[in-house]
């Protein structure tokens, strides 16, 4: 039996945008996702199902991508809920696809983000290999279409070029509020790239958030708080400017900003989570909770993706 983990990720400034190339900065967190891989001769199954391509998309195309032909009984526990824009359909992906190579004994950091970008290509229709490096590498991570310091690997497709890069997990309280609201991520991409292609106006907002995070980067390097949050809120007023926000997603992130920094959704959006950054934890989690949100307090985490004992 094998067994392999990830972690999820808060992305704090730049989802979609990065999708058509712009930067973005994401950090993975404490809360993981495990996935068992065992032989089986009854067919292969997720969590006792017949596997299928409407409920476990992403174990099977990371098992299409790898090859495995052999009969598999897997099952995955999580620390997340799904849909709430923690990457926790990242993490499944790369635990699933590090159990597999770890069949075929080909384990290595940078053909996993590779393997795990392009699942996320196909089952949401476009992607940017953010989540899927994040949660592969653990600290920090900053895409960006400039090879920087901390270069890790490259990725590229259609034109986009993403130079994926290390950093170190910054000195920063962060208060994820979950709204309830299931959100998958693809119908909101394939949403975003309707209104990329067909509008200039859509362009500029994705140039704007792509300059945001570029600032925000400065700003978390000098430890400049109050630019940093400043500049989150902007992101998610240009995040809702192209649709993917949500009336529980704004009431959230109105009520956090009262006790922080700033606040944005982060993921995919259409209702997911929000992130503050802030210095008082407990009355953000209890102004998150009064407008019917369920906060957690998140850490930053070291460890990506990783085979357990
Ligand atoms: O909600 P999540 O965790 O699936 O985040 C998606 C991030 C996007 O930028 C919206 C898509 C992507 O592939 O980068």
């Known amino acids: 039996m094998i067994s392999c983990s990830a972690p999820g990720k808060v992305i704090l400034f730049g989802e979609h945008a990065v999708v058509y190339g712009e930067p973005a900065l994401a950090l993975a967190i404490d809360r993981r996702i495990?996935?068992?891989?065992?032989?089986?001769?009854?067919?292969?199954?997720?969590?006792?199902?017949?596997?299928?391509?409407?409920?476990?998309?992403?174990?099977?195309?990371?098992?299409?991508?790898?090859?495995?032909?052999?009969?598999?009984?897997?099952?995955?526990?999580?620390?997340?809920?799904?849909?709430?824009?923690?990457?926790?359909?990242?993490?499944?992906?790369?635990?699933?696809?590090?159990?597999?190579?770890?069949?075929?004994?080909?384990?290595?950091?940078?053909?996993?983000?590779?393997?795990?970008?392009?699942?996320?290509?196909?089952?949401?229709?476009?992607?940017?290999?953010?989540?899927?490096?994040?949660?592969?590498?653990?600290?920090?991570?900053?895409?960006?279409?400039?090879?920087?310091?901390?270069?890790?690997?490259?990725?590229?497709?259609?034109?986009?070029?993403?130079?994926?890069?290390?950093?170190?997990?910054?000195?920063?309280?962060?208060?994820?509020?979950?709204?309830?609201?299931?959100?998958?991520?693809?119908?909101?991409?394939r949403r975003v790239k309707r209104f990329y292609r067909n509008n200039n106006f859509a362009k500029e907002i994705v140039r704007d958030i792509g300059d945001m995070v570029r600032q925000g980067s400065d700003a978390l390097e000098k430890g400049d708080l109050e630019r940093l949050g400043g500049l989150m809120t902007k992101n998610h007023k240009l995040l809702s400017i192209l649709g993917v926000s949500h009336p529980k997603l704004d009431a959230l992130v109105r009520a956090a900003n009262r006790y922080s920094y700033g606040a944005k959704l982060t993921g995919a959006g259409g209702g997911g989570s929000m992130v503050a950054l802030t210095d008082e934890p407990e009355k953000v989690s209890e102004a998150i909770r009064k407008r019917g949100g369920e906060p957690y307090t998140v850490d930053s985490a070291e460890e990506g993706l990783k085979i357990e004992d």
């Not at 999580?78 to 923690?86: D, E, F, T, V, Y």
């Not at 635990?95 to 770890?102: H, I, S, V």
């Open 34 to 189: 495990t996935c068992k891989v065992e032989e089986s001769d009854e067919g292969t199954t997720v969590n006792g199902y017949d596997i299928n391509e409407e409920h476990h998309g992403y174990i099977l195309h990371a098992l299409r991508r790898v090859g495995v032909e052999r009969e598999l009984e897997i099952t995955t526990e999580s620390q997340m809920p799904s849909g709430a824009g923690l990457g926790s359909s990242a993490a499944i992906t790369e635990a699933a696809l590090g159990g597999f190579r770890d069949l075929t004994s080909s384990f290595d950091e940078k053909t996993l983000a590779e393997d795990g970008f392009e699942v996320e290509w196909t089952v949401q229709g476009n992607a940017s290999p953010i989540d899927t490096s994040t949660v592969t590498h653990g600290n920090a991570v900053l895409l960006s279409d400039e090879k920087l310091s901390d270069h890790l690997w490259t990725i590229e497709k259609e034109g986009n070029v993403w130079n994926i890069h290390h950093r170190d997990i910054p000195d920063i309280q962060l208060v994820v509020g979950y709204t309830g609201v299931h959100a998958r991520t693809g119908p909101l991409v």
